[in-house]
């Protein structure tokens, strides 16, 4: 039984006295289990004032993917939040399966194709079909609409769900190629990691010289940049976990917004809570639920630009399960889970989709992964 209850991990979500205050951390026995001390209890955005009329269709669109993010990644977050959660909030929920075309169980490269470019492809490729032909993503097409394009991730800019928006190749981890991608690109604002495959790189060119010749104004801190076309490199490679890495993806997520919206066209935005997935490879409840309250937390800023612009549409999803995490016991009051795990790796359940905005009300049901970039280029001006 040692080995089965080394699998159990409990979560203490203790209500701090400000939101500022740092976590604790104590590693328990397999009895006792782990406790940390949340930095206090977040307030979720409240939608329920606001109505779209059907069948309006909304000028701008947030995509905002927790990579391994299913149902229990997200009821754990919102036991450990108290009983809230701002993707709960949101009114029109579906389901999204999520095979690829050569496998029952997607990875991040596939499933963030389908999403970007809504075609099932092969395990590892990047904006191609499955025979190595590119395929037009979504921020080619809505570029081309005269709209401005921006991708957040807290991972690598280059790393397999950011890459799916914007570049094309055969493998996930041809991630130079990938920063080449996306200097000739159309994106307009990214934030993320991995500034070392722009500029330490084995051709030994300096992409973030390329980026500037290419109108790129380039920053390494997100409170400093400024621009119509913006570079942000936080880190060399991925950004450390949270809370280690601080407020990056809330931050990044509201500057992205900003520096999007001054575009009277719209803007299509992408931001990516990367690290879920880690944390559920590693079967490590604390890493994972940190991760979906940051990632939650930057959803509430997608949700407060929203309610205000009342012309945008937002959907929450991910690009597949991990960890096969099953919640075994729990409390509000004390934001305590209790958590199992079945694989290391990913699996085929479907996952959920939350939808606020014009628009919003074509996401209900159960339907495949593609079909969120259907529903998105039948509904956006
Ligand atoms: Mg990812
Ligand atoms: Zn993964």
Not at 1 to 28: C, D, E, H, P, V
Not at 89 to 107: A, R
Request: glycine share 10%; net charge positive; hydrophobic share 40%.
């Amino acid at each position: 039984m040692m080995s089965l209850s080394s699998r159990f991990l409990i979560l203490f979500g203790l209500l701090a006295i400000t939101s500022t205050a740092q976590y604790n951390y104590t590693k328990g026995d397999a009895d006792s289990g782990d406790t940390f001390t949340a930095p206090g209890k977040y307030k979720t955005v409240a939608l329920s004032d606001a109505t779209f009329k059907p069948g309006k269709r909304p000028m701008n669109v947030i995509v905002m993917i927790g990579d391994g993010m299913g149902a229990a990644q997200a009821y754990a977050a919102y036991t450990a939040n108290g009983g809230a959660l701002n993707m709960f909030n949101m009114p029109y929920t579906g389901f999204s399966c999520t095979q690829s075309s050569n496998n029952y169980i997607t990875d991040s490269a596939a499933g963030g194709t389908a999403l970007s470019c809504g075609v099932r492809t092969k395990n590892g490729a990047i904006g191609v079909d499955s025979t190595g032909k590119a395929l037009r993503n979504i921020s080619e097409i809505l570029s081309q609409r005269r709209k401005s394009i921006g991708m957040v991730a807290t991972s690598s800019i280059t790393h397999a769900t950011p890459a799916s928006f914007v570049a094309h190749a055969a493998s996930r981890n041809s991630e130079e190629d990938i920063a080449v991608d996306f200097v000739h690109s159309q994106v307009d604002v990214f934030i993320g990691g991995g500034r070392k495959f722009f500029i330490n790189r084995t051709d030994k060119i300096n992409y973030t010289d390329s980026l500037k010749t290419y109108g790129f104004s380039v920053f390494d801190h997100i409170a400093d940049a400024k621009g119509a076309k913006v570079a942000v490199f936080t880190s060399d490679e991925a950004n450390a976990q949270y809370p280690k890495r601080g407020e990056i993806l809330p931050e990044a997520t509201k500057k992205a917004i900003d520096l999007l919206n001054r575009n009277k066209k719209g803007f299509f935005l992408m931001v990516e809570g990367s690290q879920i997935d880690w944390g559920c490879h590693a079967n490590n409840l604390l890493f994972a639920v940190n991760e979906a309250l940051d990632f939650d937390r930057a959803i509430g800023k997608a949700l407060e630009f929203a309610k205000k612009d009342g012309n945008t549409l937002v959907i929450v999803t991910a690009d597949h399960e991990t960890g096969g995490m099953a919640l075994t016991g729990g409390n509000f009051g004390k934001g305590m889970i209790k958590a199992a795990w079945t694989t290391k790796d990913h699996t085929a359940i479907m996952v959920p989709v939350y939808a606020y905005g014009p628009g919003a009300e074509r996401f209900t049901g159960v339907y495949n992964n593609t079909a969120i970039f259907d529903k998105i280029m039948k509904v956006v001006k």
